[in-house]
């Protein structure tokens, strides 16, 4: 029974990708591209990652301190 609900799911997944894949508008970021606004996007995305990774770095290092406490 397992089995054939995995089998379900996959061919529903399956259909549901390609009718989304079938639009003939163009991708969204061909149009933030064509506009700019594509390295808003991507300036964005890198100072949140950035932010992440300093946060992570300083909760790091009181940690460490912590333990040698």
């Given at each position: ?6 089998l ?16 003939s508008?163009?991708?969204?970021s ?16 890198l100072?949140i ?6 946060y992570?770095?300083?909760?790091d ?9």
């Amino acid at each position: 029974m397992n089995k054939i609900i995995r089998l379900v799911f996959l061919l529903f997944t399956t259909f549901i990708s390609k009718s989304i894949f079938a639009q003939s508008s163009p991708a969204p970021s061909d149009l933030m591209h064509s506009n700019g606004k594509i390295y808003v996007v991507v300036l964005v995305v890198l100072v949140i990652l950035s932010g992440l990774f300093i946060y992570l770095i300083n909760l790091d290092r009181k940690i460490s301190r912590l333990e040698k406490e």
